[in-house]
């Protein structure tokens, strides 16, 4: 009996977890200030635009698994894998935290087994930075 209420309590704590996570989604998705630092990323992505997309991303972007070659940077990475269009419909998912990002997929948080793109924004200083844009590990060996 007593094995029996323990499981109960677990069951609740995880039931309560649970609805916490899906309030702090709920809460960050509508947050406006991320919202509309994904309406100015998503409109930066669209056209291309460099400089601002720069001072949208953190210093440490995260854009490849790999060391880069000499000369390479995000933006000719993404020319030479064509990850414009890419990145412009992962902007267009629903993103959701995981740990300290918010990212898109859904899935990258929800699924152990994702292998697709992804994206993740955190807070810097207050702020929403773009912190990475990466393929699944193995999806671009070039």
């Not at 854009?63 to 414009?84: A, M």
């Not at 419909?89 to 740990?99: A, D, N, S, T, W």
Request: hydrophobic share 40%; with cysteine.
């Amino acid at each position: 009996m007593i094995a029996g209420c323990a499981a109960e309590r677990e069951k609740q704590k995880k039931k309560d977890e649970d609805q916490k996570k899906k309030e702090r989604v709920e809460k960050l998705a509508e947050d406006p200030a991320f919202t509309a630092f994904v309406g100015r990323l998503r409109t930066a992505v669209a056209k291309k635009d460099q400089a601002t997309l720069t001072s949208m991303m953190t210093p440490d972007f995260g854009y490849r698994w790999d060391n880069p070659p000499v000369g390479d940077n995000v933006f000719t990475y993404w020319d030479l894998n064509e990850s414009w269009p890419i990145l412009n419909k992962i902007l267009r998912e629903q993103f959701v935290p995981h740990g300290n990002y918010m990212v898109a997929p859904a899935a990258v948080a929800t699924d152990p087994t994702y292998t697709g793109f992804r994206a993740g924004m955190r807070l810097v200083s207050g702020s929403w930075k773009f912190a990475y844009f990466v393929p699944g590990e193995g999806v671009l060996d070039r």
